[in-house]
């Protein structure tokens, strides 16, 4: 079935049944792997997007649930935040063995979009849904610190 969905600020005509989880269409038919899948029970947050601004776990979201909503990777994440956050994840050497992290930067740039200011505890209960299997969180949290620093200056 064709549907059209706007992804990274392009509207894209896709070929997906309803029901069709969001993540699958934009790894399979718009060839985004960026996004990963973790769990497929949106409990691990590595398959997050944004829609409308918000993270969204991209496995439990539907494909005919985004026809006017605006989805973004983390091949179209842009602005000032997601630069703060990239930034700042590149500074610290956040990185492991790397899987997560698309989700994780994903959901700190909403963090912060939403907050540019958070505490520890704000940050780790908005990160909480986010898995990371080599244990990097106390990276992930100073980064999300050093991208609010980006922010003020």
């Not at 706007?6 to 309803?18: F, M, Q, S």
């Not at 997007?49 to 973004?72: F, K, L, W």
């Not at 983390?74 to 956050?85: N, Y």
């Amino acid at each position: 079935m064709a549907l059209t969905v706007k992804i990274n600020g392009t509207t894209r005509e896709v070929d997906a049944e309803p029901g069709t989880p969001l993540l699958w269409v934009i790894r399979d038919e718009l060839q985004l792997t960026g996004t990963k899948f973790g769990c497929g029970i949106a409990a691990c947050g590595a398959c997050t997007v944004h829609m409308n601004g918000e993270p969204v776990r991209s496995c439990q979201t539907y494909i005919d649930d985004v026809e006017d909503a605006e989805i973004t990777t983390i091949e179209g994440v842009s602005g000032t935040v997601a630069k703060a956050v990239q930034t700042a994840w590149a500074e610290l050497d956040v990185v492991q063995c790397g899987y997560c992290q698309s989700g994780q930067i994903m959901q700190a740039v909403g963090l912060l979009s939403e907050n540019s200011k958070p505490s520890p505890d704000e940050i780790d209960s908005y990160m909480a849904g986010n898995a990371c299997r080599c244990a990097t969180y106390q990276r992930i949290r100073a980064a999300i610190g050093r991208a609010s620093e980006l922010l003020e200056a």
